[in-house]
C-alpha cells in the first residue's frame, strides 16, 4: 500500500512539473503541489526501500560532493561562429546556398546562461555535464537533478544524450541578488553569472534554492532516431518531456530569416529570460553533413549576436584631428572593438575639459558606448585596470594640419590660418552636403576621415574612391555592404543637374539661388566659363560683387583643372529643370524631427496621413523617411546612420503640394 502511494505521488508530482515547466499549462495549484511533495518526503523517510529513481525529492537537493569530476564528451560541444550585422547573415545563407539548393532554416532565440549535456541510460538520467572546452566539461549531475523542468526519467527506455542551456530567468535573478543583498555579500552582475554559479556548487541544496531552468535544443546523433530535421528532433525531445523553447521558427528563406532576427530584437526586452542573440540552423540533416564541420565550429549554423551596448576595450593612442570650423578635436584611437553591430576603432573626446574631467590617459581600459544609439562615446575610465604604463594627455598647441598655433575659444581650441587644410575640408563638406551634390552618406565625420586618411583632398578625389573600395572596406564601421553605398552615392551625383554643381564648388558670394539662375542663363559651363563681367553684370539680380566674384574664378587656372578632372569623371555640366515626381504616400512610415517653420508639426502629420501615409515618434529600419527643421538632434543623426531617406521641410512641402 505505502509502495503504491508512493509511486502515485511520483507520478502525479513529475506530470505536474512537466505541465507547469515544459507546457506552461499547470494543472494543480502550488499549495497542492506542495501537500503532495510533503507527503511524500514523509513516505520516503520512512520507507527508504521504496525511493524511486524519478522521485521529485531528488531535486530538493542535499548531495554534497567533494570536487566537481571530469567528463570527456563522446561527440565535442562545439561553439558557434557568430555574425553581427544583417549583410553577414546574409552572406552566411550566400555560403549555404552554394552548396544547397532552396535551404530551410530553424530560428532559436539565444538563451544567455550555460551549456549542458545530459546522457539518459535506459530513459534515466545518469550524468550531467558542463561544457568546459568542448571536448573536456565538469560532471554537475547532483545540481542538474534538482532542476525541475529536467526529466529524470524519460517515457521511452532509451539511451540517448541531448544539449542545451541552463539559465535563471529574471524574476529568479532578482530574488537570489535580494537575498544576498540581505546577507552583505557580493551581487551576481547578471543572470548568467548567476546561473554558472549555481551549477558548480558542491551543495546541490544552494543550485536546488535557485530555481535554475533549460531549454533543450541538439540531439547529437538525432538520424540514429529516425529523424529527417532539427524541426522534426525539436518537437521528438519536446516528446520526450524536455523544455523545448517555445519560440522557435522553420523559415523558408533569407528574407523569413530576417523577420524573425528584426522581430525579436524588437520583443526581446519581453521575455520572461535574457537572450543574447539569434541561433540559425540548417534544417535538413543531411544537408547539415554534407556543409561539414571547420575544427572549431559546425558551418551550418551560425549565431547572431545582439548588438552590445556597452563595451570595454583599450585607449591606444589620442590623435587630433581639425573641423571645418577650425576647431582642433583630440579622438581616441582605440582596439578595434564590436559595439551595436558596428565595428570602433576611434571615437571623439570632444575637447580638453573632456578628457580632463574623465581623467583619461593613453593605454586606459575604458567603457564605450554609443550616445543616441549612434555615436560611440567613452562613458568612464576603468582605473582598476591601470598597469602604471598608462601616458597622460596632453593638448596640443599646434595645428596637426599646418602647425599654425591655435587659439582657445571658451573650452575648445581652434586654428586661425585662413590658408590650413580645414577650410579644404569645410569646402569638401559642401561639396556632399544636400543642398549642393547630395552625396548620401558622407557626412562631417566621414569626409574630415577620408581627408585626413588621404583619400580626399579635391572635389574630383570622391570619383576616385572606388579605386580603393578594399582598402576602405577596412576602416572602422564600414563594411562592404556600406562602402558600395558610398560609391552608389557618388555614381548617382554625377546626374545633378549644373546649378547644384556649381552651388557645390563654393565660389565665393554664389549660393542656391545665384547657382540657379546662372545655370538657366547659360545652360551649360563651357558658356559660363566664356561669359565676361560685362555679360555677367548685366544679368539681372548678378551685381558687380558677385559678377566679379565668378569671373575671376573662371579666370583660375587650378579651377579650371578641377573642373576639367569633374567633367572626365562624367559629372554633369549641364542645366536641367528639375521633374519633380509625385510621392506616394501611401503605407510609408515618416518621423518628424526637428523644428518646423511653415507649417505647425499637428499641421505636418494631418497632411501625411491624409495622402496615406502613418507617422511615428522614433526612428528605426522599418522608417521609410524623416522630415527635419531645424536642429534635428539625434533622430536625424540615428536616420543617416540607418541610410533612411532624409527630407528637409521644403522638400516635404514641395512633394505634397505636387
Known amino acids: 500500500m505505502i509502495e503504491e502511494r508512493i509511486k502515485e505521488l511520483v507520478e502525479l508530482l513529475n506530470k505536474a512539473s512537466y505541465e507547469y515547466y515544459t507546457l506552461d499549462k499547470p494543472t494543480i495549484t502550488d ?120 526529466p529524470l526519467t524519460l517515457p521511452k527506455e532509451i539511451d540517448i544524450e541531448v544539449r542545451g542551456e541552463i539559465y535563471m530567468s529574471k524574476d529568479s535573478f532578482l530574488s537570489v541578488n535580494e537575498e544576498r543583498r540581505k546577507k552583505g555579500e557580493e551581487l551576481f552582475a547578471n543572470p548568467r553569472n548567476a546561473a554558472a554559479g549555481s551549477v558548480r556548487q558542491l551543495d546541490s541544496k544552494i543550485a536546488a534554492k535557485r530555481k535554475l531552468s533549460t531549454f533543450i535544443y541538439h540531439l547529437p546523433n538525432a538520424s540514429a532516431f529516425g529523424l529527417h530535421s532539427h524541426y522534426e528532433t525539436l518537437e521528438f525531445m519536446k516528446s520526450l518531456g524536455f523544455c523545448v523553447n517555445p519560440n522557435i521558427r522553420l523559415v523558408k528563406n533569407i528574407q523569413e530569416l530576417l523577420d524573425y532576427v528584426n522581430e525579436w530584437t524588437e520583443k526581446r526586452d519581453t521575455l520572461p529570460y535574457e537572450i543574447d542573440g539569434i541561433v540559425i540552423k540548417l534544417d535538413d540533416l543531411q544537408d547539415q553533413e554534407k556543409m561539414g564541420y571547420t575544427i572549431k565550429y559546425p558551418k551550418w549554423a551560425t549565431a547572431y549576436k545582439f548588438p552590445a551596448t556597452l563595451v570595454l576595450t583599450k585607449l591606444k593612442d589620442i590623435k587630433f584631428t581639425v573641423g571645418r570650423t577650425g576647431q582642433v578635436t583630440p579622438n581616441a584611437i582605440l582596439e578595434p572593438v564590436i559595439l551595436m553591430g558596428s565595428t570602433i576603432s576611434k571615437t571623439t573626446l570632444h575637447n580638453e575639459d573632456y578628457v580632463k574631467n574623465k581623467e583619461i590617459m593613453i593605454g586606459d581600459i575604458v567603457a564605450i558606448k554609443k550616445a543616441g544609439d549612434v555615436i560611440p562615446e567613452v562613458v568612464e575610465v576603468i582605473k582598476e585596470r591601470r598597469t602604471g604604463k598608462e601616458i597622460p594627455f596632453a593638448m596640443t598647441h599646434t595645428c596637426p594640419i599646418c602647425n599654425h598655433e591655435l587659439v582657445k575659444k571658451d573650452a575648445a581650441y581652434y586654428c586661425v590660418n585662413p590658408e590650413c587644410d580645414a577650410k579644404k575640408i569645410e569646402g569638401l563638406i559642401h561639396y556632399a552636403s544636400r543642398d549642393t551634390l547630395n552625396i548620401d552618406g558622407f557626412g562631417d565625420n566621414i569626409v574630415e576621415d577620408f581627408y585626413n586618411m588621404g583619400y580626399l583632398r579635391n572635389f574630383s578625389d570622391f570619383y576616385k574612391l572606388h579605386l580603393y573600395k578594399k582598402e576602405l572596406m577596412r576602416l572602422e564601421g564600414f563594411g562592404e555592404k556600406s562602402i558600395q553605398k558610398l560609391l552608389d552615392a557618388i555614381e548617382e551625383s554625377k546626374k545633378n543637374s549644373l546649378d547644384k554643381l556649381l552651388f557645390a564648388l563654393g565660389i565665393r558670394y554664389v549660393g542656391k539661388k545665384t547657382a540657379k539662375l546662372l545655370a538657366r542663363t547659360y545652360g551649360s559651363i563651357e558658356q559660363l566659363k566664356k561669359a565676361s563681367y560685362e555679360e555677367l553684370v548685366a544679368i539681372k539680380d548678378i551685381g558687380e560683387v558677385i559678377a566679379k566674384s565668378v569671373s575671376e574664378y573662371f579666370q583660375d587656372a587650378t579651377n579650371l583643372e578641377e573642373i576639367e578632372r569633374l567633367k572626365e569623371a562624367g559629372v554633369c555640366m549641364t542645366y536641367e529643370e528639375e521633374v519633380v515626381e509625385k510621392i506616394d504616400f501611401s503605407g510609408k512610415t515618416f518621423v518628424l524631427t526637428g523644428s518646423l517653420s511653415t507649417i505647425t508639426r499637428e499641421d505636418a502629420k494631418e497632411l501625411i496621413e491624409h495622402m496615406g501615409g502613418t507617422t511615428t515618434g522614433s526612428v528605426s529600419k522599418k522608417t521609410d523617411v524623416v522630415i527635419v527643421g531645424e536642429k534635428p538632434g539625434s533622430k536625424y543623426e540615428k536616420a543617416r546612420a540607418l541610410g533612411i531617406m532624409i527630407w528637409t521641410e521644403q522638400e516635404f512641402l514641395e512633394k505634397v503640394q505636387k
Request: charge should be negative; aromatic fraction near 6%.
Open 31 to 150: 499549495a497542492e503541489y506542495d501537500k503532495y511533495l510533503r507527503e511524500l518526503i514523509e513516505l520516503e523517510e520512512d520507507n527508504p526501500e521504496f525511493v524511486l529513481p524519478n522521485s521529485p525529492t531528488h531535486r530538493v537537493g542535499g548531495e554534497v560532493i567533494e570536487e566537481f569530476r571530469k567528463i570527456v564528451h563522446e561527440k565535442p560541444m562545439l561553439s558557434l561562429s557568430n555574425v553581427f550585422n544583417e549583410d553577414e547573415i546574409v552572406r552566411f545563407d550566400e555560403r549555404i546556398r552554394k552548396e544547397v539548393h532552396n535551404p530551410h532554416y530553424v530560428c532559436e532565440l539565444k538563451i544567455d546562461g550555460l551549456s549542458v549535456s545530459l546522457l539518459y541510460e535506459k530513459g534515466k538520467l545518469v550524468r550531467a555535464a558542463t561544457r568546459g572546452d568542448g571536448i573536456v566539461g565538469e560532471d554537475i549531475t547532483h545540481n542538474v537533478k534538482t532542476i525541475k523542468d529536467v
